[in-house]
């Protein structure tokens, strides 16, 4: 359902994300890790990838599809890893949005890792 979605926009009167539709959410991003980095909550994942150039492809599409959808994450890259942090900052929360791009990301993930697997 999320991957299918596209980010909306952000309000700053928003609604909190309750306990029940956090849930929901995550349970469609089960791979990524929920974490509090001053009071702001953040979705977090490490790719793993055999190869540097899956690491530069995976950067460059995660990159294309944050201005696409106009929701920017952290990223931190490396040889074999990719790190993504999502999170509004707008409203220093988690936002649907975040959910909706760590859907993305994941299957920009098997994406590269079945091309590069089929090369």
């Known amino acids: 359902?999320?991957?299918q979605m596209?980010?909306?926009?952000?309000?700053t009167d928003y609604?909190?994300?309750?306990?029940?539709?956090?849930?929901?959410y995550a349970s469609e991003v089960p791979t990524w890790e929920s974490i509090v980095i001053g009071n702001v909550p953040h979705l977090q994942k490490t790719f793993e990838f055999a190869h540097e150039h899956e690491v530069m492809m995976f950067?460059?599409?995660?990159?294309?599809?944050?201005?696409?959808?106009?929701?920017?994450?952290e990223i931190l890259y490396q040889a074999d890893s990719v790190k993504i942090?999502?999170?509004?900052?707008?409203?220093?929360?988690?936002?649907?949005?975040d959910f909706i791009m760590a859907a993305k990301t994941d299957a920009i993930c098997e994406k590269i890792l079945k091309y590069s697997y089929l090369q």
């Open 59 to 73: 950067t460059r599409e995660v990159m294309e599809l944050a201005n696409l959808e106009n929701h920017h994450p």
């Open 1 to 3: 359902m999320l991957q």
């Open 85 to 97: 942090m999502w999170w509004t900052q707008d409203i220093a929360d988690l936002h649907i949005n």
């Open 15 to 24: 609604e909190r994300i309750d306990e029940a539709k956090f849930e929901s």
């Open 6 to 11: 596209n980010c909306l926009p952000v309000q």
